[in-house]
């Protein structure tokens, strides 16, 4: 094997890998979520494919010959990531969500290409040596050609591919990339090896594109869908991954679904005059039920929307009726980055609705952050958080914690129910410079159908307890976050 196909068939494998593990936190995340115990899991088990590739290619190639064990390991491994996505879509609901499902759920779909692929780099290298003269710098530039490959498959993936292709295209390719070195990397090749291989490319090819998944389109960040409500002809549910995130009534844009979105507005009620227009920040666009309500209810308000994916703005506009709302700016980016642009004391009212899956994203909930909302919101403006969390709640308590430190007056929105051992589901933060009118937003959550919903600031200080405030030094909201419930 000539050093220029060594180098390039090492480079595209480590590319491969890197590719395959890249998008595999995206596939199972609509089964097991986007935590950081699935994202664990998918740089666990590519390791440990990695290093078992590692050996037994070094050890096959010892006994058999080297090329065609790499070549070999180039046709496991494409036809391995030809079966990663079916696999997902068939075991994914099987296994569920949680820790050790999300663990199993990667191996079974990944661990085989990953290992397959790793494989490669010890028998190309075993093919290239031919005596202990020379083998350091046949080691070296074949290691550093994978080391490439790792990073291409890194950077291209995360920054580039998926931003322009779906998660289809991008494994059909790499599939098709290996599976084509494959060829001339064998010293040998037969007739019945090809069409053997090829009928299991096709095979998985079509089981890669005509397997169901719950993906109507596949975002920089989310499985996202839309499902239509079959109780009620015109509401619609935005489905990010396995959470359902929104509720939109396409006809009716004062229907508020969920309860923390009837708690978002009870909470601007009684702060603002009835009617009055406001001008807010959405922290996540989701499907813009928010910034709909408040068009509707208070004509003349204006909304700006901050949402890092424009896969789900998409979605909202061909779906959901986002481009009726009047008076309404998206930007595309981080909600932090975006906020930092926003002036100073230009906003009534900033609502936090923005979710890594089950949790607010980690630089959203410390204490820097509410000094940036602080710094945007008008004197007398509000804030508004939801926050998901089950008991202990130990997330909620140091969220309150943090939002007790850094407004003057703070209360949470939670039924006594979700407050009772074993409860949980959505808490709606209220924050403001200015004091909160509780029997007004009592009265009015009592009303929606959530009696004694509001704890006052004394409780809600008690709720906080000796929780620790979040800094953007230490905000461990994964490690806080205990299983989902939907309230």
């Known amino acids: 094997m000539n050093a220029l196909l060594a180098r390039i068939v090492v480079l595209v494998s480590g590319a491969a890998i890197l590719v395959v593990e890249t998008l595999a936190t995206r596939l199972v995340a609509p089964y097991v979520g986007l935590t950081l115990e699935s994202t664990t899991a998918v740089i666990g088990v590519a390791l440990a494919g990695i290093a ?30 030809l079966a990663v996505r079916p696999l997902v879509r068939l075991f994914g609901p099987v296994l569920g969500p949680g820790p050790y499902a999300a663990v199993l759920l990667v191996a079974v779909s990944t661990l085989v290409a990953v290992t397959a692929l790793a494989m490669v780099t010890p028998a190309v290298t075993r093919a290239r040596l031919s005596g202990l003269e020379g083998s350091g710098a046949v080691i070296g530039s074949l290691s550093a050609a994978g080391t490439l490959g790792s990073l291409a498959g890194t950077f291209l993936t995360g920054f580039v591919l998926v931003t322009f292709f779906p998660v289809t295209v991008i494994l059909v390719v790499t599939a098709v990339t290996c599976l084509l070195l494959a060829v001339p990397t064998a010293a040998v090749r037969t007739r019945p090896a090809v069409v053997t291989g090829s009928t299991f490319a096709l095979v998985l090819g079509i089981a890669l594109v005509f397997v169901p998944g719950r993906c109507h389109v596949d ?14 002809v015109n509401g619609r549910v935005l489905v990010l991954d396995d959470l359902r995130h929104s509720y939109v009534d396409l006809a009716d844009p004062t229907h508020l679904d969920f309860a923390y979105a009837r708690r978002f507005a009870a909470a601007v009620d009684t702060a603002f005059p009835a009617g009055a227009p406001l001008r807010a920040v959405h922290l996540g666009g989701g499907g813009f039920t928010m910034p ?24 909202g506009r061909r779906s959901l009726g986002v481009d009726t709302v009047p008076d309404l700016t998206v930007r595309v980016g981080d909600a932090r980055t975006s906020l930092a642009e926003v002036p100073d004391a230009s906003v009534d009212l900033v609502v936090g609705d923005a979710f890594g899956a089950r949790s607010v994203p980690w630089h959203l909930t410390t204490a820097e952050f509410d000094d940036e909302v602080r710094r945007v919101l008008r004197p007398g403006g509000l804030y508004v958080l939801n926050v998901i969390d089950n008991d202990p709640q130990l997330l909620l308590r140091a969220v309150t914690a943090t939002a007790v430190d850094r407004f003057g007056h703070v209360v949470v929105l939670i039924r006594p129910d979700q407050l009772a051992p074993g409860g949980g589901g959505n808490a709606v933060l209220v924050a403001s410079d200015r004091e909160l009118d509780r029997a007004a937003l009592e009265a009015r959550l009592a009303a929606a159908g959530e009696p004694g919903a509001v704890l006052d600031p004394a409780a809600t200080r008690r709720f906080a307890g000796d929780a620790a405030v979040l800094t953007d030094d230490h905000a461990p909201v994964d490690q806080l976050l205990t299983s989902y419930r939907t309230s």
Do not use: I
């Open 219 to 232: 975002t920089v960040y989310y499985c996202a869908r839309v499902e239509s409500d079959p109780e009620r």
């Open 292 to 315: 709909r309500w408040l068009a509707a209810t208070r004509p003349g308000s204006a909304s700006t929307v901050l949402e890092v994916d424009a896969g789900v703005v998409d979605l």
């Open 52 to 81: 078992a590739g590692a050996a037994l290619g070094g050890r096959w190639a010892d006994v058999l010959p080297p090329r065609r064990v790499a070549a070999g390991a180039l046709v496991v491994g494409g036809l391995g990531v």
